[in-house]
């Protein structure tokens, strides 16, 4: 038996704790020691490179060189991948590859685009003076440079700073190259940057030779020519390699400006530029002033193409873009073609007149520059477009490229999505007071509030709390989506701001946007081109103008729209667009800073959009879009209805005033009034045309062979 007072002795187990606690401490300790004989040790050899006195200071300033060039390499770097992105594929911008000729609405020839491009001569045949005044005048320094010319940039920074407007600008022959094979004509800063890394590319790839002779083939020329050997074809009536100095130095002073100086524009202008070539060949040393002489006294004459001046050069750029489109998409193996057209060349000319007029009279008082318009009629034929205000300063079609905030004019989006999803009309009353989405609190112009108003007056009056009270019970969403299908392209971010028009737009999409009022409600996008065909007959595309279209709007909210946008014209911010005699209808548009102004707008026969701004987007002084825009808007139309039919538009009571003929007195000079000829109704239009084709087909034909003659296919009328 156990003994009850014996107790088991227990054992304590015996534990590593102990010994790895050591071991971790002295282990730690050592670490600690060896970094510090180690720090000691580092100390002593860098102080074998301790300097003092002057040496410290190359030292420090080497060092901070060393810094501030990496990270300059690293900025260097991220600037460059926009240019690595577009040599990636290793392809040029696609030449010139069609034929064009381009035809108006009644098949008379305005223009021709891609039919003048050569490049079979090399460089080593071309004349040695034209070689030497290109080189004078667009970069004396091209074998010496990596591809930008620091000096000649420096030099033209200061000649701008100066205010001298010379043509001389930085940009060497390579940089030039480098915008024709890659780049778009657009002028931002993040362009020039790219601009200038490709031009290095381009000395690193090619021989300085082989960058002249890319130069002297892709460049444009004027009067729709590429290059140096197509140029002197068309000016000069011979080959490049027959051309004497004084040729050669007006076609050299082309490079910069080639329409403002292309000799079939203006000749004087031409001989004059072409006079500071031999003198910038003189400067250079290449040619003495004796040498120059006889170019002097006995300048170019170029042939005859005053055909070609009057040309609606910035609608046939957009007209040859889609035609070329067209034309890919048909396959057709041909590259020679008949494009018609549906502009109007009267109503062309006037387009181009009413925006210059207003720019030169009040430009300057307005700090403002710039505009651009396009028209349309109700079904959305392009008859007029005017894409800047001198196409041979700039080739930039500010009616197409260039996207910028509508301002109030965006607002037709607001009320008509209101009207179709609240159901409201405009005699409806709504609160103008203060209103926040967030901390955004948007004023009126006047800065003023009106208390309970109707939403025709307040459209009228452009009232700016009304629309985003409106977004915010409608939702944004749909408003932006709406604004899609009237005919915006251009994709936008969806902001609280968007019921006051912060979006990008083009002119020639507003065009199509008002079109669907001026259309009944039927989405209306705009088109410059009715038909395409071949030299040979071959009908490429015919436009079906009976093609059934999508309704956007309802019949009642067209009404109520119209009935305000009529208002806006006889009682609100639009008064100076009103045309006698005539159912005008608009809406102006002023963005923030006043940077853009807008009047777009319609009749029974015609819809237009305006814009005035300034391509470096700086503010103008106070224009707004009831002025110079809605002056320029009510100049257009007032030509454009003398001696037509006044159409109605619906939703809006109007009756014409009626003309009173008084009798004349014989004995009198009755003064002549400037007035549009009247034009053909669309069948006899359609048939005249149909005969113009028919006839030439036929003339074509007989210069072949009689049989071809008889087997010249028939074309069916087309109406515009």
Sequence with gaps: MQDPFYTKQKHAKKSNMLAADAWLDSSLFEFGESLGRGYTRFQDFMAIFRVRGIKRLFVELLSDGLTFGALGTILVLLLAFPAFDVTATGEFNKAEDYSVIFLDKFGNEIGRRGIRSDDSVALADMPDYLIKATLATEDRRFYDHFGVDVVGTLRAIVSNTQGDNGTQGGSSITQQLAKNLFLSPERTIERKVTEAFLSVWLEWHYTKDQILKLYFDRAYMGGGNFGVTAAAEYYFGKKVNDINLAEAAMLAGLFKAPTKYAPHVDLAAARGRANVVLTNMVNAGFLTEGQVTAARRHPASPVNRTDDVDSPNYFLDYAFEQAKDIIQASRHTSNNFTVRTTIDTTLQ????????????????????????MVVTDTKGAIRAMVGGTDYGKSQFNRAIVSTRQPGSAFKIFVYSQAFEQLGLTPSDTISDRPVCIGDWCPQNYGRNYKGRVSLLSAFAASINTVPVTLSIKTGREPIAALSHRMGLQADYPVTRSLALGVASVSVLDMTSSYAVLADDGYKTPAFGITRITSLTGDVIFNKDLNAPRERVLSEKTVANMNVMLRRVITNGTGRRAQVPGVPALGKSGTTSSYRDAWFCGFTGNYVAAVWFGNDNYQPTNRLTGGSLPAMA????????????????????????????????????????????????????????????????????????????????????????
């Excluded at 009413?354 to 710039?370: D, F, H, L, M, T």
């Excluded at 538009?649 to 004995?667: L, M, N, R």
């Excluded at 009755?670 to 005969?691: C, N, V, W």
């Excluded at 210069?703 to 003659?709: E, G, L, N, R």
Aim: glycine share 4%.
């Design 633 to 720: 808007w009510q100049k257009f139309m007032a030509f454009a209805h003398t001696n037509v039919q006044i159409e109605p538009v619906f939703g809006v009571d109007f009756v014409p005033e009626q003309t009173i003929v008084a009798d004349a007195d014989a004995d009198s000079a009755a003064e002549e009034i400037a007035q549009r000829p009247p034009g053909l109704k669309p069948g006899a239009a359609s048939k005249l045309i149909d005969l113009a084709d028919r006839l030439k087909l036929a003339q074509q034909a007989l210069k072949t062979s009689p049989d071809q003659a008889m087997a010249t296919p028939a074309i069916a009328p087309n109406s515009l």
């Design 349 to 372: 000319k006037y387009a181009e007149d009413s925006i210059n007029s207003v720019i030169r009279e009040n430009g300057e008082q307005y700090k403002v520059g710039q505009a651009a």
